[in-house]
């Protein structure tokens, strides 16, 4: 399986919980998603034998489809999955972490040291996106291969779940939008 988080959008620059808010790419982003699809055209050519999936988020399937445009490929020729979708942060999403900690120190101190398990009010924590993620992994042909767009905390799940990196850990991970992720066998190749 191929991993790439989405490009960057306006939220992320102003580091908003984004959460399941559908915000679109920025131009830094749709570069992002550009640079991800030659990594990927280098390393996998035409992709013959591959099947994309995507979150269902604008800015997952857009870069999926700059991703797949820049493979040469027919740009919405995917497939999306609700289960790929980024965590919910709840009441948290649209506000910064400048003003999460200024709302709330003790709370966002909380979540810093239980990241895994932190579940904002009406939202999900990192362990909630796991039940849904090995749901969805579970459901995969296990001798396919995959290309798949969907986020940051999800992707920090699939780490854990996929190379076995421990929760906590892999909660800490800034995990980069201009990168491709290889997961196989259990481990973890960043391309």
């Not at 990168?179 to 960043?190: A, D, I, M, P």
């Amino acid at each position: 399986m191929y991993y790439v988080r989405h490009g960057q959008t306006d939220w992320n620059a102003e580091l908003r919980f984004q959460g399941q808010m559908d915000i679109p790419l920025n131009d830094t982003g749709r570069d992002q998603a550009r640079g991800n699809g030659r990594k990927l055209k280098d390393a996998i050519g035409m992709a013959e034998g591959f099947t994309f999936v995507s979150s269902p988020l604008v800015r997952s399937r857009e870069t999926m489809e700059l991703i797949r445009k820049e493979m040469g490929l027919e740009p919405g020729d995917y497939s999306t999955d609700q289960k790929l979708i980024e965590v919910s942060y709840g009441i948290l999403e649209g506000t910064t972490q400048a003003e999460f900690k200024a709302q709330d120190r003790e709370l966002y101190y909380y979540r810093k040291a239980n990241h895994w398990t932190f579940r904002p009010e009406n939202g999900e924590s990192h362990a909630d996106v796991l039940v849904r993620l090995k749901e969805w992994h579970a459901a995969l042909n296990p001798d396919a291969k995959y290309v798949v767009t969907a986020h940051g905390a999800v992707g920090r799940v699939i780490r854990h779940m996929l190379a076995g990196i421990p929760p906590e850990e892999a909660c800490k991970f800034a995990f980069p939008q201009d990168k491709v992720f290889r997961f196989k066998n259990g481990s973890e190749e960043l391309i």
